[in-house]
C-alpha cells in the first residue's frame, strides 16, 4: 500500500504569488547538519549552556515543590510505587491532598520517575535528583534549534540569536536546574511542534511518531501543560494549515491522536486526574474580573522575567511591517501567535486565583518560553541583516539585563546572566540547608519535629527524614482513608502530637503555634504540660528564594534582614519532657 498522497502549495520566491490549489508538494531538500563548520557559533553557545546548567547542581538544597518530586522518587525506588509512605513520615502537604486513598500520588510520574532513574544509578542526593533535568534542558535547546530551521530554513543568524537568547536566559537556567516538571515539558513540546510542521511540510510516519510519542511525554509530564499546548497546536492548525492537508494527511494526524488517546485515556480515566483537591479554592472576584487579572499578569510578568520585552516588541512590528508579506514573516507570526495563544489559552482554564498571589504562574507557561525566545530571534537575525553590532549589542544586552524589559512601574536596573553566574560559584545556603544540618547534628534518633510553614516541612524531610519523624502533617478534616492513617502507627494529626523540635520560619503566628502545642495534655497517665525553649535561631532568610521564578528569586542568600523577626526560630521541648 502506497502512502496517501499529500496537497500544499509548493515552495516559491516570497514575491511570488501562491499557486492554485492541489499542487502536490515536493520532497524536502536535504539540509547541512545543524552543527556544521558554519554555524559554530551556535555550537559555542549551547556549550557555555551546557556548563552553566550543569556546574555545582547541588550548590542549593531542594526546595518545596522539587522535594515532592524527590520524596516520590526516592520512595519508589523503596516500595516499587509513587506513595508518600516512606515507613517513617508521611508526605503530607494540604493535609494531605496530593494523595489519593491509597497514598498514591496524584501527580503525573514522569518527573518523580525521572528522579528514581537517577538515584538508581548515581545515588540519592541533591544533584543526581536535578541532572535527567538539566539534561533534557540541553536536549530542548538542540530541539529549539531544530524547530527553528524547520520554519526558517535560511535564517542561519536567527537560529544562533533564538537558540541563544532562550540557552542563557536566567528564567531558562534557573528552571533547568530543576527537580521538576518543567524541562521535561519544554522538550515534549518542542518535539510535538516540530512533529506538526514537518508533516505539514511532507507525509511523514517520524513526524507523525514525533507528534504522538511528543504528546504522550507531554501528558505525564503536567496534564495541565500538555491539555493547554494541544489546544493551541489544534487552534494554530486551524488558523495556520486549515487548507494544507487531504484527507490522506488527515488520516495520519488521526494515528498519532489515537496513538495519542490509547496511552493517555485509560490513566486518565482510572487516575481521575481531573479531580485535584490540592488546587487553590475560593474564588470571590467573578470569572472575567479573574482572567483579566491574571492575563495581564500574565503580560507583565513575561516582560519582566525577559520572555517577552516590551521594547522588543517594538522591533518585531517594525519588522513585520517592513516585510509586509514575505513568507519569514508569515512563519514569525506564527511563532508569536503560538506563544500567546498558548498564553491566552492558559490564562482562561489557570487554578490560580488572584487572592492568593500577585504575580502570574509563568511556571505553566514553560511551552511558550521556545516560541517566545524564537521570535526575539527572528528580530535579532532581522536586525542583524542591517547592523551586525547593532543585533549583537542587543543581543547581549537582552541575554544580561532587565534593559530591554523596562516598563512603567518596572525602572530598576539589575543584571540577569552575571548575577546567574556569581551565584552558581558561590555558596548558597538556605532555610533548608541550615534546618537540616542544625537538625542531623543536634537532634536525636527518631526525635519528632514540627515545622512552619508546612511546605517547607518535606524539603527538611528529604534530608533527615531518616533521622528524625517528621509528625503533626495532617488535621482531623484530612480526607485520607482514617484505616490507612491509623495502619502507619504514627502520630500524625496536629492535634495528638508534642513534638520535640518546633521550627518555625519566620515570626508569624510563633507565638499561637508555641501555645498550641503548650497546652497541659495526659501522657502515659501522667498530667504533662510541655515548655518549649528557644535553641537556635538561624541566619537565614525565612523563605526560600532560590526557586526558579525570576520575580521570587534572590541570586544569592537574602542580605540585610533581622535574623529575630525574619530568620529562622528553633525551639526544643524541656529535656524531661522528652
Not at 405 to 422: D, E, I, M, N, T
Request: hydrophobic share 50%; glycine share 6%; charged share 15%.
Amino acid at each position: 500500500m502506497t502512502r496517501p498522497p499529500r496537497q500544499r502549495p509548493p515552495a516559491k520566491p516570497e514575491s511570488a504569488p501562491g499557486p492554485a490549489a492541489g499542487a502536490v508538494v515536493p520532497p524536502p531538500a536535504p539540509r547541512p547538519p545543524l552543527f556544521s563548520a558554519r554555524n559554530w557559533p551556535l555550537a559555542i553557545v549551547l556549550a557555555v549552556a551546557a556548563y552553566l546548567c550543569l556546574v555545582r547542581l547541588g550548590n542549593t538544597a531542594l526546595w518545596d515543590d522539587e522535594a515532592q518530586d524527590a520524596i516520590f522518587g526516592r520512595n519508589f525506588l523503596a516500595a516499587g510505587e509513587l506513595t508518600g509512605w516512606d515507613g517513617r513520615n508521611l508526605y503530607g502537604y494540604r493535609d494531605g491532598a496530593i494523595l489519593d486513598e491509597n497514598l498514591i500520588s496524584r501527580n503525573p510520574p514522569v518527573a518523580p520517575m525521572l528522579a528514581a532513574v537517577s538515584f538508581r544509578l548515581l545515588g540519592v542526593g541533591t544533584w543526581p535528583a536535578r541532572l535527567p533535568f538539566a539534561l533534557m534542558g540541553l536536549a530542548a535547546l538542540v530541539m529549539l534549534a531544530v524547530a527553528y530551521r524547520e520554519d526558517f530554513p535560511e535564517d542561519r543568524a536567527g537560529l544562533f540569536y533564538a537558540a541563544g537568547a532562550m540557552a542563557l536566559s536566567p528564567e531558562f537556567l534557573l528552571n533547568a536546574r530543576q527537580c521538576r516538571y518543567y524541562m521535561p515539558c519544554l522538550l515534549a513540546c518542542l518535539v510535538v511542534y516540530w512533529g506538526h510542521s514537518r508533516f505539514m511540510r511532507g507525509w511523514s510516519w517520524g513526524a507523525l511518531a514525533a507528534v504522538a510519542g511528543g504528546s504522550i511525554l507531554l501528558f505525564y509530564s503536567n496534564w495541565l501543560v500538555c491539555a493547554v499546548f494541544l489546544v493551541t497546536l489544534a487552534t494554530m492548525h486551524l488558523l495556520f494549515h486549515r487548507r494544507t492537508l487531504d484527507m490522506g494527511g488527515w488520516i495520519g494526524l488521526g494515528y498519532a491522536a489515537a496513538a495519542f488517546l490509547a496511552c493517555t485515556l485509560p490513566y486518565a480515566i482510572s487516575r481521575r486526574i481531573w479531580e485535584r483537591p490540592d488546587m487553590p479554592a475560593g474564588q470571590n472576584w467573578g470569572w472575567l474580573r479573574q482572567k483579566a487579572v491574571l492575563l495581564w499578569w500574565t503580560v507583565r510578568d513575561l516582560n519582566v522575567t525577559n520572555m517577552m520585552p516590551w521594547m522588543l516588541l517594538l522591533l518585531f512590528a517594525f519588522f513585520l511591517w517592513r516585510g509586509r508579506g514575505s513568507r519569514q514573516n508569515r512563519a514569525a507570526i506564527k511563532w508569536f501567535a503560538f506563544g500567546v495563544l498558548n498564553m491566552a489559552w492558559l490564562t482562561a482554564v489557570s487554578p490560580q486565583t488572584p487572592e492568593t498571589t500577585k504575580f502570574a504562574d509563568i511556571r505553566y507557561l514553560i511551552a511558550s518560553m521556545p516560541f517566545l525566545f524564537g521570535v526575539a530571534g527572528w528580530v535579532l537575525g532581522r536586525a542583524h541583516r542591517f547592523a551586525r553590532p547593532l543585533a549583537a549589542l542587543l543581543f547581549a544586552v537582552l541575554v544580561t539585563s532587565n534593559a530591554l524589559s523596562v516598563a512603567p512601574g518596572q525602572w530598576k536596573f539589575y543584571w540577569l546572566l552575571p548575577a546567574y553566574a556569581r551565584e552558581v560559584h558561590q555558596p548558597y545556603p538556605t532555610l533548608v540547608s541550615e534546618v537540616a544540618d542544625y537538625l542531623g547534628r543536634n537532634a536525636r534518633q527518631d526525635e519528632t519535629v514540627f515545622v512552619s510553614p508546612d511546605f517547607n516541612t518535606y524539603p527538611i524531610m528529604f534530608y533527615v527524614g531518616d533521622k528524625v519523624r517528621f509528625n503533626c502533617v495532617l488535621t482531623r478534616k484530612t480526607a485520607l482513608p482514617k484505616d490507612k492513617l491509623r495502619a502507619l502507627k504514627t502520630p500524625l494529626y496536629i492535634n495528638d502530637s508534642h513534638p520535640d523540635w518546633l521550627v518555625l520560619c519566620g515570626q508569624a503566628g510563633a507565638r499561637d503555634l508555641i501555645k498550641f502545642f503548650s497546652k497541659p495534655h495526659v501522657d502515659q497517665g501522667h498530667a504533662v504540660t510541655p515548655h518549649y525553649r528557644l535553641a537556635a535561631t538561624l541566619n537565614v532568610f525565612w523563605q526560600d528564594k532560590s526557586r526558579p521564578e525570576l520575580l521570587l528569586h534572590s541570586f544569592g542568600p537574602v542580605q540585610g534582614f533581622l535574623p529575630s523577626t525574619h530568620g529562622v526560630l528553633i525551639f526544643r521541648k524541656s529535656p524531661a519532657e522528652r
